[in-house]
């Protein structure tokens, strides 16, 4: 059943993206594209890079013990990558970023639990940002007359998905079943109280959750700043809290569409929908989307195949 439902999610977005794909004079995407050429692709990978550093440090308050950063990183690009790349939803990528803290030598109860609490601040710190990226848009919306009409139900839509990320998290420090329902997929039965229990020991240490949180909205604030660079190298300046407010705005809808995997089609109906509310075409946020597409796969199939080859190599040895 499960794959069924993996199937029909993907089908999904198949289906979004072919719609979106049909309802936009390609030529400008391809114009776009080339505007960026493979300098400009170069320097949106870096960039990237750089982003996502800065979200992967997120976790290390809330790491048992002191882990090197480049394994965190690791750790953090292999969720990232599985999710962007693999038919897998962007849930599925957290077990591969503890699984790469296991190998760096963390137990499985530590990682795991501090995997998932780093996925709660993480929540909670991207409602905030899609709260401040509706603040930043707000007025923008207003003054467009074609977008004026609908400007109550797109904020609406963005308040809803950033209290719904927020009281998840709040949730989860609070009790919520949700980690030990996680606990019985991760472990076997004698295992699970001892998983749920080293998480809740990390929600109650409050000064290391709000070291956290800032940390982790630092992180998108920084892929705001990463968009800002993808547009400047289609030479496209719509301002820098423009960039961020774009960002925030699609990330909250890539996060309402977590079942979907690699939000296939919800990424390119996002850019394209969100890009002529800061004055673009939507063909510029379609070219945004692809060349995000195309940064994650030259990132995520290199990452992906190492990791296998150390998977590889500690079975052999085994």
Known sequence: MSRLKLFLALALGIGVLALVLSHFDLALVRQALARAGFGGLALVIVAGLVAEVVLAVGIIPL????????IVFASRQLRDSSSDVLPITQL?????????LVLAGLGALEASASVIADLTTETFAQGLYVLAGVGASLSLLHRNALLSPWTGA????ALFLSIGSLLFAVLQWNGSRW???LGNRLFKSDATHNFSAAVHAIYRA????????????????????????VLAVMDLHPGLWSAIAIQALVEGLRSATVFIPAAIGIQE????????????????GL??????????ILV?????????LIETRRAVRG
């Open 154 to 157: 797109m904020l609406a839509g």
């Open 300 to 308: 995520a199939v290199p990452v992906l195949l190492i990791w296998q």
């Open 206 to 229: 409050r000064a290391r959750i709000a070291l956290s949180i800032l940390l982790q909205f630092a992180g998108w604030i920084a892929s705001g700043l990463w968009l800002w660079v």
């Open 63 to 70: 790491l048992p013990r002191p882990v090197p950063l480049p």
């Open 269 to 284: 109906a996002g850019y394209a929908a969100v890009a002529p509310v800061f004055g673009l075409p939507p063909e510029m």
């Open 287 to 296: 070219a945004v989307s692809l060349l995000r597409r195309a940064r994650d």
């Open 179 to 181: 980690a030990e329902k």
């Open 92 to 100: 599925g990528g957290v077990a591969f970023a503890a699984r790469a």
